[in-house]
């Protein structure tokens, strides 16, 4: 990707490839993705963890059992996984999927093909090929290739039935100054654009569990979850704290682009939730 590309371009086009060319990535990129996830910094969280991640080329021991996933049907013809590795509590899976959806969209620019995969993988045969740490797990993977444009059908077919471009509208996920009233894009001053990033925003099952207040003064946007009840409890995990990272990512990059100065932080906050089930996560502060 290059420095001038813009990343909430970016952030716009990038749709799930599930079927790719069969071909090998081009040297220059497998390049520039290796060299991305062995720079460090390109590893560091909102909240100062490092993250890790693996690339594992396609090769027999790893595809023998299809990697099926699930209603999604198979990918196909992938070159390369990138996987992610983290623990299994709120904040690390929060910050593993800011970092890990960083890579996709560095990916994206690219123009090479993505597919966030959270529950619907065989872990076990990942697992056999890296070395885990203890209280490691794997929370996601995204296969990578070049996507086969005769097999778009194939992927906008399945975008249908998950409705994927389906999105949730401002006023179900944003809120003005606390949740009783909704947030609309006139009002949302220079953080219009960060908040439409969030609304476009990949998630699990395109749950979109973000919400968003945002403060009277427009100095602080703050993020909470609306967990659905059960939603991957049998995996272990909380797979919606992902689409909170992910919602980070997109929101935080958009705000870089322009020029919007400010920095993550975890407050206590006394406002009112609308439910049990709705959680506060972080907020974004703009630098006075």
Request: aromatic residues 12%; charged residues 25%; neutral net charge.
């Amino acid at each position: 990707m290059t420095t001038t590309q813009s990343m909430i371009d970016t952030m716009r086009k990038r749709k799930s490839i599930r079927t790719f060319e069969e071909r090998a990535l081009e040297h220059s990129d497998v390049s520039q993705i290796r060299e991305y996830i062995n720079n460090p910094q390109n590893l560091i969280g909102p909240f100062g963890g490092n993250g890790k991640i693996e690339w594992i080329p396609v090769t027999k021991n790893v595809t023998d059992q299809g990697i099926k996933l699930g209603t999604y049907g198979f990918i196909k013809n992938p070159s390369s996984y990138l996987v992610g590795i983290t623990q299994n509590n709120k904040y690390s899976l929060v910050e593993y999927a800011y970092i890990f959806h960083k890579l996709v969209l560095y990916v994206t620019g690219l123009d090479i093909g993505t597919c966030w995969m959270g529950g619907t993988f065989n872990r076990t045969s990942f697992e056999k090929e890296i070395s885990l740490g203890i209280d490691e797990f794997i929370p996601c993977i995204t296969p990578i290739g070049y996507p086969k444009e005769k097999g778009r059908m194939f992927d906008i077919a399945l975008r249908y039935v998950v409705k994927a471009d389906n999105k949730k509208p401002w006023e179900k996920l944003f809120y003005d100054g606390n949740f009783q009233i909704p947030l609309t894009k006139e009002k949302a001053g220079i953080l219009e654009t960060p908040i439409e990033m969030v609304r476009i925003g990949p998630s699990a099952s395109n749950k979109q569990p973000w919400r968003l207040v945002l403060s009277e003064d427009r100095k602080q946007c703050h993020f909470y979850i609306e967990h659905t009840p059960n939603y991957s409890s049998s995996l272990g995990y909380d797979m919606q704290l992902l689409d909170m990272g992910i919602a980070m990512c997109q929101f935080e990059l958009a705000c870089q682009e322009l020029n919007i100065s400010g920095d993550w932080k975890i407050e206590e906050q006394t406002k009112p939730v609308p439910n049990e089930n709705v959680e506060y996560i972080v907020s974004w502060k703009i630098d006075s």
